[in-house]
């Protein structure tokens, strides 16, 4: 309870300070929109902003969704075959090199300005977090806990599922709130490449027509997202794994 | 009663008889300063259904002994066979094995881990936690069935632990300082249990310690291994029916004392 009593108050401060650098005198209202015309432009403009959020949204669950399936399902694939995980370890690590920024405009020419190419920049950030989080976990197992599956004669496939996949749930949540909290980041990226609609189209609009105020509007939902995100994430990891109260691995 | 059986009799052990035998039994493992010889030429025999332990100085290749038997390792040199088995693959299959710790599932509750031992058989979840039930009634864990590890005193997980080993459904179980973890006093009251689940189980028990009363408190052999590389230097009958009632009583028996001095001077030789 403490902890977010202090939050809230860092909060408040950093607004105040924000309202203040607002208001001094030579900072306009087309360079910096104080608080209170952020907030003046998010109810003006509430229902641009909320279509344009669901949107947003859907590609940042969607692209998320893919990026676990996908993220997860390699990690055990890469943890029941050595050779394909001495393989593919080095192609994981440079995957994250690429400069996704560079790549969007590339896929939005390669497919067209629907949602499939924010899907796939929004999985491609994600999936990183996740299959490095999923192997670890799964490879954290205690050497003496499978010694113990080996001497009740469990098979391979039972020892995944009744002791490697368990361990690595709390790594896997690791994963996914730092999945979630970039997925917005890749999502706004996919749009600035090529949108019609969207909040990250909404920004990169409202940049382009100096409305300060609309833009920051965007940037506080869009943040308001992420954090909702690593949120539910954090509730869904204490539903999940019990045995761990409020633990976090890695 | 006849008590200090000089150097046991080597009597001709029919095969039937024998459960467990190991012939120059040699094991080393490499570290980074070089190679570390674990044990050197281990003969033993363990006859059915005898409880036999195991005791020796810390690091003389007890765990290492325990592994071999339960087909967890194969040795370098030398011959292992559990009920005549002899592949590592094989023995796993008769073997039951309990490590120096718990091991408990923490995400499972103590039912749920003990019946683990079935569900990695391929019983199902409902059926392996059925089965599990009564075992918890009779070996005084009744009402702890949904506890969590964590919820359960450090006795009762080594109890849960070897309830799991004991539904592997083993022929021969293979315990590794089941009680090391344990204080003192709950250490005498699990030896005091074990006694009695050995009794009511009748199933050949090779027990690893390295407490010479509790191996002469739960066995009916005392094995004594030398300093590393490990090798058998005594072995002790204990002629003294078992179970043995109350630990503390049987500690004061002037035969069980001789036992346990006879066995110390071999530890310290
Ligand atoms: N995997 C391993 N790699 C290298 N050395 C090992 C390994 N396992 C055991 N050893 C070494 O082999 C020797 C015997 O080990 P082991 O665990 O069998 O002894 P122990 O009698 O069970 O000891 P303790 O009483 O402390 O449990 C020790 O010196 C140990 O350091
Ligand atoms: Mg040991």
Same mark, same amino acid.
């Given at each position: 309870m403490r902890r977010y009593l202090l939050s809230a108050l860092l909060l408040a401060a950093f607004v105040a300070l924000w309202q203040l650098v607002a208001s001094l005198p030579g900072v306009d209202d087309l360079t910096l929109a104080s608080p209170a015309e952020t907030a003046r432009a998010i109810g003006r403009d509430r229902s641009l902003l909320a279509s344009n959020m669901w949107v947003t949204l859907e590609e940042v669950l969607l692209g998320l969704a893919i990026a676990v399936a996908l993220g997860a399902g390699s990690a055990i694939l890469m943890h029941l075959f050595r050779p394909l995980r001495e393989a593919a370890y080095p192609l994981l690590v440079a995957s994250q090199a690429i400069p996704v920024v560079v790549l969007a405009p590339l896929f939005v020419l390669a497919f067209d300005y629907g949602i499939g190419p924010k899907l796939a920049i929004v999985a491609l950030i994600c999936f990183f977090p996740v299959t490095v989080n999923v192997l670890d976990g799964l490879r954290s197992v205690e050497p003496e806990l499978l010694k113990l599956m080996r001497s009740l004669g469990a098979s391979r496939l039972s020892t995944l599922v009744r002791v490697e996949l368990p361990s690595a749930l709390p790594f896997f949540f690791s994963g996914l709130r730092v999945a979630a909290t970039v997925s917005v980041i890749g999502a706004v990226f996919g749009e600035w490449a !090529?949108?019609?609609? !969207?909040l990250g189209r909404l920004v990169l609009l409202g940049n382009n027509q100096l409305q300060t105020a609309r833009v920051y509007a965007g940037v506080v939902i869009l943040t308001l997202i992420a954090v909702a995100l690593f949120a539910l994430v954090t509730l869904a990891e204490r539903a999940a794994v019990p045995w761990r109260r409020g633990g976090t691995a890695g | 009663m006849k008590t200090d059986l000089e150097a046991p009799a080597k009597e001709p052990l029919s095969s039937q008889d024998t459960a467990i035998a190991l012939e120059g039994v040699s094991r080393s493992y490499r570290s980074r300063r070089g190679p570390v010889r674990?044990?050197?030429r281990v003969d033993l025999r363990v006859r059915a259904r005898e409880a036999l332990a195991l005791v020796g100085p810390s690091g003389c290749g007890k765990s290492t002994l325990l592994e071999i038997v339960a087909g967890l390792q194969e040795p370098d040199e030398g011959t292992v066979s559990a009920l005549g088995r002899r592949g590592a693959r094989e023995r796993l299959g008769v073997c039951a094995y309990m490590a120096q710790r718990d091991l408990l599932l923490p995400w499972r509750d103590a039912l749920g881990n003990a019946a683990l031992a079935l569900e990695a058989q391929g019983v199902g979840r409902r059926e392996a936690r059925r089965r599990a039930a009564p075992l918890f009634e009779r070996f005084g864990l009744a009402r702890f069935e949904r506890s969590l590890p964590a919820e359960l005193s450090g006795g009762m997980r080594q109890r849960v632990a070897f309830l799991r080993t004991l539904l592997a459904g083993r022929e021969v179980l293979l315990l590794d300082e089941p009680f090391a973890a344990l204080d003192s006093i709950t250490r005498g009251e699990m030896q005091e249990w074990l006694a009695d689940a050995l009794a009511a189980e009748e199933r050949t028990a090779v027990l690893v310690t390295h407490d010479v009363e509790e191996a002469v408190y739960l066995a009916d052999r005392v094995a004594v291994l030398s300093p590393?590389?490990?090798?058998?230097v005594a072995e002790i009958e204990v002629p003294l029916p078992r179970p043995r009632g109350r630990r503390r009583e049987a500690m004061t028996d002037p035969d069980f004392a001789r036992l346990v001095r006879r066995a110390l001077e071999a530890l310290e030789r």
């Open positions: !090529g949108a019609d609609k !969207g | 674990a044990l050197a590393r590389p490990g090798s058998v």
